[in-house]
């Protein structure tokens, strides 16, 4: 067996998905080889070198893969694919994106989000917005995972030393074009990675009063996250979403607050360690999932938890 | 432009479904079912486009059961001028259902295909992607928004971090975000229109597509429950049981 990951990047740094999706990779067995396919990228390949059980890097720096644009990148996935009985990318937005793409030109079913590996073809994922655990089997000889990041823990980001190969195939499709990003800015830490995080419902009522929130945020130390109803209101940016169809966390503390606790809110933070909930709503389904519970106006709530941590 | 939109017939949202007890899949029983949420979506889109002047057609397509009707009746009541069939009683994996579709693109030669950005059963947020794959054409997942621009079509999706907008050569298939617009309501007499509209029925075995799955699955069991907990009557205590109890401040 051998496996390919694809390396998460933004052409300047490693990003920290890579690491869950190696540890993922070392469950299956076999060598692990990442592929960094950027566009002036070889300060990613060579931390991706870095990362411990990596056995070799492959750099494709190119300008067709500066943009990670879909039609390029899987060309090339698929064209490297045939040396490899499986292919693991983050389970990322950028991931989703490439993975399904690169499975169909191998003629392969892909298979979403595993949160286990029971064997070589045999995984674990959730669906019904995480209300059933299904666990699958692949008959496809190249397997294309896409590899949930809460699920399994980062591989140390040094202690390798694999090599770096460069690879010159250039896809470029030239049915897409970049246009250009408006990235969120933000001093405080990463969702997916945050050890605490500070989410806000359609409670909250204004994008002024995520202020609150961001008070008791920045004093823990904490990210920022918010359900759908929250991001439609244009309370704060969709990138914030934590859900069935936004981001799925699982940090150590995770406070809801103003969030009723649908179905597809509870599937992207139900495996946090502890979650508090603060809802003026005694009834709010968000309580059955909470270790604490917390029934008040977020209003007078939030100010006096930022005074007291 | 012609504008092809794939609607899928789902489990209603509303509905927390539960695995049978002999572990062999999804219980669904008597459930709601519905047209998926993030196609009803495309389907609003598509419409949009037809009533800017934009698109010259809507052609709705599923693949599933003779009750997928359903789902494309409604497709037809939202606004789509006519609908595609493509019977199947087994539950088709993403691949099966993107081969279906090319083929469909093949006979109907749309310069937009518009989807949901994921089936809210089987979460797999994969057809868009394969069938981008398998016609060539370029792809624009998670949109938020949609522009057409002459022979191209600009599209902002939701990514990780913020927005990224591409630009699409024509044909295009886009798959549409919770945020691209927010679906009407069929209106009753739109719905008795609809009834009339014209619904063709084929299958995958007419549009010579093999369907065998690739994944089966062996089991399917709850999430671990998690244990039910307090509730605290302040926030002094609140932040006590934080600090002294679970430790995690
Ligand atoms: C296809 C699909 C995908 C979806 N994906 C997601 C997803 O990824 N993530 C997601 O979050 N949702 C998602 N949703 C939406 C989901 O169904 C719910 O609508 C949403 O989570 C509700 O958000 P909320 O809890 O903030 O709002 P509400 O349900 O309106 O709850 C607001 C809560 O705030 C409380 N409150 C109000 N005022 C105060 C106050 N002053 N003090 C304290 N409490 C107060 C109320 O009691 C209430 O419980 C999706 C829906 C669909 C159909
Ligand atoms: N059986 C189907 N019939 C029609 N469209 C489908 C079907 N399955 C998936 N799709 C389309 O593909 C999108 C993404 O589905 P999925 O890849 O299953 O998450 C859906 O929102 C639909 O637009």
Sequence with gaps: MSILVIAEHNNESLNGATLNVVTAAQAIGGDVDVLVAGSNCGAVADAAAKVAGVNKVLCADNDAYGHELAENVSALVAELATNYSHVLFPATTNGKNIAPRAAALLDSQAISEIISIESADTFKRPIYAGNIIATVQSSCPIKVLTVRGTAFDAAPAEGGSASVEAVSSAHNAGVSEFVGEEMVKSDRPDLTSADIIVAGGRGMGSAENFHLLEALADKLGAAVGASRAAVDAGFIANDMQIGQTGKIVAPNLYFAVGISGAIQHLAGMKDSKVIVAINKDEEAPIFQVADYGLVADLHDALPEITSLV | ?249
């Design chain 2, 1 to 249: 432009m012609k504008v092809l939109v794939a609607v899928k017939r789902v489990v209603d949202y509303n509905v927390k479904v539960r695995p049978k007890s002999d572990g062999s899949g999804p219980d669904l029983g008597n459930a709601k079912m519905s047209i998926n949420p993030f196609c009803e979506i495309a389907v609003e889109e598509a419409v949009r486009l037809k009533e800017a002047g934009t698109a010259t057609e809507v052609v709705a397509v599923s693949i599933g059961p003779a009750k997928a009707q359903e789902q494309l009746r409604t497709a037809l009541a939202l606004g789509a001028d006519r609908a595609i069939h493509v019977v199947s009683d087994e539950d088709l994996e993403p691949l099966a259902v993107a081969k279906c579709l090319k083929v469909v693109c093949d006979n109907e030669q749309p310069n937009l295909v518009l989807l949901g950005k994921q089936s809210i059963d089987g979460d797999n947020n994969q057809t868009t992607q394969m069938l981008s794959a398998l016609t060539g054409y370029g792809q624009g997942t998670f949109a938020c928004k949609l522009e057409v621009d002459g022979e191209k079509i600009n599209v902002t999706r939701e990514i990780d971090g913020g927005v990224q907008t591409i630009s699409l050569n024509t044909p295009a298939i886009v798959s549409a975000d919770l945020r691209l617009n927010e679906p009407r309501y069929a209106s009753l007499p739109n719905i008795m229109k609809a009834k009339k509209k014209p619904l063709d029925s084929t299958s995958p075995a007419d549009l010579g597509v093999d369907t065998a799955p690739r994944v089966t699955m062996l089991k399917a069991e709850p999430p671990a429950e998690r244990q039910a907990g307090i509730k605290v009557e302040d926030v002094a205590t609140l932040v006590d049981k934080l600090k002294n109890e679970a430790k995690v401040i």
